[in-house]
């Protein structure tokens, strides 16, 4: 997939976001629902963007967008959306340096999620974000 072709993919997830989120009623209470409740996450190789990158909408009412979406959703839910204060597995992981960098964007709780981190293997990546970046790609 080229670089191109992936911003068109991005390009359409947004938009589609940006449609489901109109199209959605609003909610009665002051209260902020599942449906705010959404990221478009991203796992490239390295610690610079590339082409070579894979990416899925999670949406979480209903889990879906990925093929972990439940553990995430669940996962995110007990971290009130902040992936950084996802527990740590106790997993021991091969010290092979070949870097992936994960990165978060849309809307937890009605507020802005920008997430980026760079792990030395995916490995650790998991160990640390849990399923939230368990897509199929690098």
């Avoid at 670089?3 to 940006?18: E, I, K, P, T």
Wanted: charge should be negative.
């Amino acid at each position: 997939m080229t670089h191109s072709s992936v911003n068109v993919v991005r390009g359409g997830l947004l938009a589609a976001v940006a449609l489901l989120a109109c199209a959605a009623p609003a909610p009665a209470d002051t209260g902020h629902t599942a449906r705010d409740n959404w990221l478009l996450l991203t796992v490239e190789r390295g610690e610079k963007r590339s082409a070579e990158s894979s990416g899925d909408l999670l949406l979480c009412d209903p889990p879906r967008g990925h093929r972990h979406a439940a553990e995430a959703c669940a996962e995110l839910a007990a971290a009130d959306g902040d992936i950084a204060a996802i527990p740590p597995k106790d997993v021991h992981c091969p010290m092979v340096h070949a870097p992936v960098t994960a990165r978060a964007h849309g809307q937890w709780g009605g507020r802005s999620v920008a997430y980026t981190e760079t792990f030395p293997n995916r490995c650790v990546m998991t160990a640390r974000t849990g399923s939230v970046f368990a897509l199929d790609g690098p």
